[in-house]
């Protein structure tokens, strides 16, 4: 059992939902990631999407994208993020990280070296955003043989070839994107998701959580009343915008302001069970 099936088997004893926040490596600058995943825990995170800086987020809205901008400036690369991985797993070896991110910079590395340096960091899962099932061939293999869950994407357009193998492929937890756009799109339909996270669990076992529109409490609320758990994403990277990563005070205020969001959250996730 992976690190990450074993949260969610956890989270349904406890008759919990997943709270996953997702934050970029290196944005505001590579010295604040770690410390800020130790804090993310410590405000509730059951586990965390880590994102690799890319040039070309083709998935991603302006708020992640200019996260990603500012990491490459600040120097991050894939194998950058990969060691901070490694020193979080230092001091925290239960909270599973999910790598999130585009398959040029993992070509670049190579699949064999990527995976083997991804089982050396203690990395949990892959979500490659570009990567379909169909074409993901041994890389999907070499990722099961070192127990690291590959996560896809499902969303309101995907076709049932797809679907299909995508329920069929996937690990750990399916992402369910909740609208047509990119992250942090404002619309969210929450009796539309509810009808597809249904149709998605009855097609199998795997926690579905849903990402994409959640912002704040409410929608959190709303999209866990059915859903395994809740993604969140821009919400929270939206605070390292418009500082100077070289300010010490900035960037603790910034992380302040995560941590308020990630405690809304969570709040409001929990009072689901209360």
């Known amino acids: 059992m992976t690190r990450i099936e074993s949260t969610f088997k956890t989270l349904k004893l406890q008759n919990k939902k997943a709270l996953i926040p997702y934050v970029m490596a290196g944005d505001p600058n590579p010295e604040t990631t770690v410390g800020l995943l130790h804090d993310l825990v410590k405000h509730g995170a059951d586990m965390i999407e880590l994102g690799l800086p890319f040039s070309d987020p083709m998935a991603d809205g302006p708020v992640v994208a200019l996260a990603g901008e500012r990491a490459l400036a600040a120097g991050t690369s894939t194998r950058d993020a990969l060691k901070m991985v490694a020193e979080f797993r230092q001091t925290d070896t239960q909270t599973p990280i999910i790598l999130m991110g585009y398959l040029n910079p993992v070509e670049i590395i190579g699949y064999d070296n990527f995976v083997a340096l991804c089982e050396q960091s203690g990395v949990d899962g892959i979500l490659m955003v570009d990567l379909p099932p169909a074409e993901a061939g041994s890389f999907t293999q070499h990722l099961t043989d070192n127990s690291i869950n590959e996560i896809f994407l499902l969303s309101p357009t995907t076709l049932p070839e797809r679907r299909k193998q995508v329920l069929t492929h996937c690990g750990g937890y399916i992402y369910y994107v909740s609208l047509k756009g990119v992250t942090g799109s404002a619309t969210l339909d929450t009796a539309a998701v ?55 005070t900035a960037v603790a205020a910034a992380q302040q302001k995560i941590m308020a969001k990630m405690d809304e959250l969570r709040g409001a996730l929990d009072s689901l069970s209360a």
């Not at 097609?203 to 969140?232: E, N």
């Open 194 to 248: 509810a009808t597809q996270v249904q149709a998605i669990k009855a097609a199998t076992d795997l926690p579905v959580c849903v990402g994409f529109g959640i912002r704040d409490g409410a929608s959190a609320k709303a999209i866990g009343t059915y859903a395994d758990g809740v993604i969140v994403g821009s919400a929270l990277v939206q605070n390292f915008a418009n500082i100077d990563a070289s300010d010490a």
